[in-house]
């Protein structure tokens, strides 16, 4: 298990916000009480009215603005977790067709449905974005020149309730970890609501 840094999250959600979006597309899918999808939808994040993009927004914002090293915690992918079929392949194919390949998505969304336990209805949300990282000077001040492009995935699981209105994220995650403002692939941050939940139903045995 690694060490957060706050700054380096904070940085990212200062780019989740209306004027300042950094997401282009929003995919996802509903599972009802007895694990089976009821529904997805796949679109360009701009094309969702306002009202819809800060709500979606606040969600996605949530995973990294929570408590580093708390409800959010950065974790290594063991070699077996990187080998052919497994999860973190499917995570770098979803990251690579920027949430375009719905058969893709479908294979994430049958994965988590077999592995999340629930017994209440729930949404899986995936967002994909991009950061300019921006260089710093030696006093930290930032300048104008990029970095790099750090290319992200932020998934959050949460219940639903009336008509498919999302709760809070229960559970979720960044991927690639932004770690001293780059991108890692061999990382991932993983966020729990409750602090103090150690399970992880999607990444069982596959993390350091």
Request: one cysteine or more.
């Amino acid at each position: 298990m690694g060490k957060i840094n706050r700054e380096d999250m904070l940085e990212l959600t200062r780019r989740m916000t209306f004027k300042r979006n950094c997401f282009s597309r929003i995919a996802g899918a509903y599972i009802d009480e007895e694990g089976y999808v009821d529904g997805t939808f796949n679109t360009h994040f701009l094309k969702l009215p306002p009202s819809e993009q800060t709500a979606n927004l606040a969600l996605a914002k949530a995973i990294p603005f929570s408590e580093t090293n708390v409800n959010l915690k950065e974790y290594q992918f063991t070699q077996d977790a990187k080998k052919p079929g497994e999860l973190w392949q499917l995570l770098m194919g979803l990251k690579a067709c920027e949430l375009k390949n719905d058969a893709l998505l479908d294979v994430f969304y049958e994965y988590v449905s077999e592995h999340y336990p629930s017994d209440k209805p729930y949404a899986i949300y995936l967002f994909f974005g991009s950061y300019d990282v921006p260089l710093k000077a030696s006093d930290k001040e930032q300048m104008w020149e990029s970095e790099e492009v750090y290319q992200f995935l932020i998934c959050t699981i949460g219940k639903t309730y009336g008509d498919y209105e999302v709760d809070s994220p229960e559970y979720g995650f960044l991927f690639p970890a932004f770690r001293e403002r780059s991108g890692d692939e061999h990382w991932i941050n993983i966020f729990h609501s409750a602090a103090k939940d150690t399970q992880e139903p999607l990444f069982d045995g596959r993390l350091l």
